[in-house]
């Protein structure tokens, strides 16, 4: 149908590769630049196309929702993924988002009982509409040191998930039985080289001299998280003298999360997974989804202020440039598109905030609670009314409101009022209350979109900007340490959004857009199907002819 070929995209890219960097503010692209060389961020943003002005739209913005909604199209409410873990009112239980106890962890060396899979994702992902759109011709492979960083943008029919497992093996990659009864010989392989071994026996020093990362507060900074062992947070960060500390612990083998080689491995495994199943070698469009999760992790350890963080964006940047030419020579320049964002930013440090007079306050969790218990055995007699207190949401016992014959709305309502009046809370919204009315804009719209009736709480809280929510009691503000992330407020919603590679003009747009277009974008570039939930926008300035 050559007509009908002309007007649509007759000849798509082999490969599709998604990147997301955990915990990527949008300001690391620019902040950090004049130290990053010209094949990674600098390419994507030099010869790619730039939305400068990407935002998430909906609350809790963390990894789980972040990865769902990226690759779904649409946010919690439809997907469902409403946050890392949720409490689920029929076990009275939390429920972690890729946990399911009916599938076992491939690739483990001692048995692991807590499997994972893709279960809870209600909606489908754009890897599933390319996977059945194609009669499962095309590949999906996905790969993330985080479980949920590599199962839910694989969706529910990726050919293989895989994550760096540190509870029941040494740092090898595995999998799940919801994908394949073992790993496939290439992984297998993989492992056998002990990669996360030999990277611990390392030492973390700085890539450029650590006079030259003037972007930076000093090294020794008290904002930040001292790792075990070390009495101040300052490079060098010696592995080897680590491991003795862990005492054989397997545990030891997450502290490769926290290192520059937890980004490497997890490049050396993409271009592996490139390599051995053969991804972008046919006419039936693959995708490779890969999840950066370490500078997630160091940023919560360190804060955006730090050298720390610093100097794992710079060495990002050289395994992005290495990923980059590895697939011009293997797919070639031509032939293979990326897309680059993030699944949430972060907060600056609050006790940063607070030194540098900016607004900053704690949401002190156990105080809120303690004191809301107070006011509801006032109310409605002494019992124990609260199921489960969040950070962000509220859970009511609903079964024994029912017994004493009051109603949901109300309670709900009396909690809400009472948490409206505590330090630090914007709004509490309940549960009744969103169910029943469409938020357009602002805070509410985007606790709109990231609740759903059956796995949210009956009371959503919103703190101010520049509070965040502890379970510590004792530290102040001027003494807290690490940060996160979580929020409606742009420090947490705005991350980078490249494109770059086969069909994508090169430019730049302030135009506000969410991470959520994503998706939609690729079901018109690739001529498929939208994901079922799918609520985002096609962006019109890489589709419009
Ligand atoms: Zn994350
Ligand atoms: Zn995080």
């Keep these: 149908l050559p007509g009908f070929s002309q007007q649509t995209n007759a000849n798509p890219p082999r490969l599709v590769v998604g990147i997301v960097v955990d915990q990527m503010r949008f300001d690391y692209l620019y902040k950090y630049q004049d130290h990053y060389g010209d094949g990674g961020f600098k390419r994507l943003v030099r010869e790619g196309f730039n939305y400068k002005n990407t935002h998430f739209d909906y609350v809790p913005t963390v990894t789980a929702a972040g990865h769902a909604s990226i690759y779904t199209g649409t946010t919690p409410e439809v997907h469902g993924i409403v946050g890392n873990s949720w409490y689920d009112r029929a076990s009275k239980k939390g429920v972690s988002n890729v946990g399911d106890s009916k599938v076992k962890i491939v690739g483990s060396v001692v048995e692991n009982p807590y499997g994972r899979s893709p279960q809870n994702l209600l909606s489908s992902t754009i890897t599933d509409q390319l996977r059945a759109g194609s009669n499962f011709r095309s590949k999906v492979i996905s790969v993330s040191l985080k479980d949920r960083g590599a199962i839910l943008p694989g969706g529910r029919t990726a050919n293989g998930a895989y994550w760096h497992d540190w509870e029941s093996s040494p740092g090898y990659f595995v999998s799940s039985s919801y994908y394949m009864e073992k790993l496939p010989s290439w992984v297998q392989d993989f492992n056998k080289r002990e990669l996360t071994d030999s990277y611990l026996s390392q030492t973390w020093n700085t890539l450029l001299p650590i006079s030259e990362y003037d972007e930076s507060a000093p090294d020794d900074n008290p904002h930040e998280r001292l790792l075990r062992g070390k009495d101040s947070p300052t490079f060098p960060y010696d592995l080897e003298a680590m491991r003795k500390l862990y005492n054989g612990e397997t545990t030891f083998y997450q502290v490769l999360w926290g290192t520059p080689f937890g980004n490497t491995i997890v490049k050396d495994f993409a271009l592996e997974a490139l390599k051995n199943e053969g991804l972008g070698k046919d006419i039936y469009t693959d995708m490779l989804c890969v999840s950066f999760s370490t500078p997630d992790v160091v940023g919560h350890t360190f804060g955006p202020q ?9 060495r990002l940047d050289r395994d ?5 030419s590895t697939l011009d020579q293997e797919v070639g320049k031509n032939n293979y598109m990326v897309f680059l964002t993030s699944d949430h930013g972060a907060m600056p440090v ?3 905030l607070h030194a540098n007079k900016m607004q900053a306050g704690l949401a002190v969790i156990p105080k809120f609670k303690q004191d809301l218990s107070f006011y509801l055995n006032q109310r409605y007699g002494a019992f124990e009314w609260i199921a489960e207190f969040g950070y962000e949401q509220i859970y009511l016992d609903r079964k024994l409101i029912a017994e004493k014959k009051l109603s949901l709305p109300d309670v709900q309502q009396a909690v809400a009022d009472f948490m409206q009046q505590q330090p630090g809370v914007r709004f509490a919204l309940t ?13 509410p719209a985007l606790v709109h979109n990231g609740f759903h009736p059956a796995r949210s709480g009956d009371v959503m809280l919103v703190y101010e900007p520049g509070f965040t929510a502890t379970s ?3 530290t102040p503000v001027s003494e807290v340490q690490g940060t996160g992330h979580g929020s409606g407020y742009a420090y947490d919603t705005h991350v980078p959004m490249l494109w770059f590679g086969k069909g994508i003009r090169k430019g730049e747009t302030s135009r506000k857009v969410h991470p959520s277009d994503i998706a939609p974008t690729l079901s018109m570039m690739l001529n498929l199907q939208m994901p079922s939930g799918a609520s985002g926008e096609p962006l019109s300035e890489l589709l419009d002819k």
Excluded: K, M, T
């Design 350 to 352: 609050v006790s940063y």
């Design 472 to 474: 510590d009691f004792r």
């Design 431 to 443: 549960a009744h209350n969103l169910q029943d009315n469409n938020f357009d804009e602002g805070i």
């Design 306 to 314: 730090s050298v720390e963080v610093q100097d794992i964006y710079l």
């Design 320 to 324: 992005i440039e290495n990923l980059l």
